[in-house]
Structures are given as C-alpha cells and as structure tokens.
C-alpha cells in the first residue's frame, strides 16, 4: 500500500441497505477526514478524527458514522443509504488537524437507487 | 458564516497565462490553500498561502491578500496536463477545510 486507498472503487446500492466505504493509509498520519463531493458543489466535510480513538462531526453528518479504531483505518458507514447519498466520497489524511496539507484518496463513486 | 467564490469554468490557450481568482468571507482564518484536480482522479495539493504576498513554485504561483479576502492562483506556460479542476479552500478557526465549488480550466491548442 503506498499512500491513502479506498475501497470500493464504485458501488450501486438499494436504498435502506447499509454499507461501508473503507478507507486505508500507511502513511503513518494522525488526521483523517471523510468527504463528499457533488457536481456544483465544494467538497464537504462529512467525518473527521484527529487521532485514534476520537472522531468529530463535520458540515454533513447525517445520516452517516465513522469509527477509528488504530491509526490507519477509517471506515465510513451509510446505516440506511438514501438516493440524497448518491455521491463521489474521498478519504483523506493530514499529518495533524492543523496546518497541513491533505492527503486524498482515489474516491468511492456510490449510487444509491 | 463562511463563503468561498470562484469562477465556474475558464478557457486558455496551451502555453499562454491564466490567472483564477478566489474570494472568500470568513470569521476565522488559518490559511488558504489551492488543489488540483483531473476529472475523475483525487484532487492533489499545490500551494498554502497563510501571510500576504506572492508564492512561487514552478510554473505555479498563488497570491493572497487576507485584507480583500482575495487569491490567486497563476499558471504559466500552460501545458494540455493542466485541463483540470482548480478548488480553492481556506482554513477557518477550527482548522477545517472549507472549499469553494472549483474552477474548470480548459486548455486549448
């Protein structure tokens, strides 16, 4: 592994089903971060966690849940997927919450029927 | 509240400059930073500007000023690599991200 990788690559899921979106770096960083982007729109914020074992709620957090249980994972869970969630879904890694530059991963293409 | 503008789309011509503006409002700021990216790849880092001025790196520089809430970012010597979507985001108080919607910049022949 070399960086920040994600899994799947893309998705189509029911709505009312669950699903995770997975998201691994071995890069060794305490900050990961959870976004989604839609056409039109900046990235936004879903998750974040500034070191394992806390995360934090970001601008868009209904609806979804994270976990970080070690350093390097930080998997997104969707409870009961709504067509609103039809998104294109990064992880990313900094250093630190502060100051840093931000790592992305390749991104999940989900649609959600 | 926080608001980031940019222009939706530009149009420049392979080996000439380009200049895509940023404006923002905010309460809080640590910093603003430019992203590059391709359509249907990850955005990738290019530049962090937290003082006044001018910052060069290559064929890319980005320019803030914190008093007009304004940057810049500055391509030259376009090349066809550098058709992509260009997101610029500031850093608010709580040290999070805030993006604007990005910039799409087409090269031309």
């Known amino acids: 592994i070399a960086g920040i990788t994600q899994a799947p690559t893309s998705q189509i899921l029911a709505a009312g089903r669950r699903m995770t979106l997975r998201c691994t770096q071995d890069m060794r960083h305490n900050a990961m971060y959870w976004y989604r982007q839609d056409l039109g729109l900046g990235l936004r914020l879903i998750h974040y966690s500034n070191t394992a074992g806390t995360t934090g709620k970001g601008e868009v957090p209904d609806g979804y849940s994270v976990s970080r249980a070690n350093t390097d994972d930080f998997p997104l869970t969707l409870a009961s997927a709504v067509p609103s969630q039809t998104s294109v879904y990064f992880c990313?890694?900094?250093?630190?919450?502060?100051?840093?530059?931000?790592?992305f991963g390749p991104g999940t293409r989900l649609t959600v029927l | 509240g926080q608001n980031i503008d940019q222009p939706t789309e530009m149009t420049a011509t392979e080996g000439a400059i380009v200049q895509i503006n940023c404006t923002y409002q905010?309460?809080?700021?640590?910093?603003l930073f430019w992203y590059q990216q391709h359509a249907g790849e990850a955005p990738t880092f290019l530049s962090y500007n937290v003082l006044d001025g001018l910052e060069e790196k290559g064929r890319f520089s980005s320019f803030l000023s914190r008093s007009k809430g304004y940057s810049y970012l500055l391509l030259k010597e376009l090349q066809m690599k550098d058709s992509a979507s260009y997101l610029c985001?500031?850093?608010?108080?709580?040290?999070?991200?805030?993006w604007g919607a990005g910039t799409k910049l087409i090269i031309k022949p």
């Open positions: 905010t309460s809080g700021f640590n910093g």
């Open positions: 985001a500031l850093m608010d108080s709580n040290y999070q991200l805030i």
């Open positions: 990313a890694s900094s250093d630190s919450r502060a100051i840093n530059e931000q790592f």
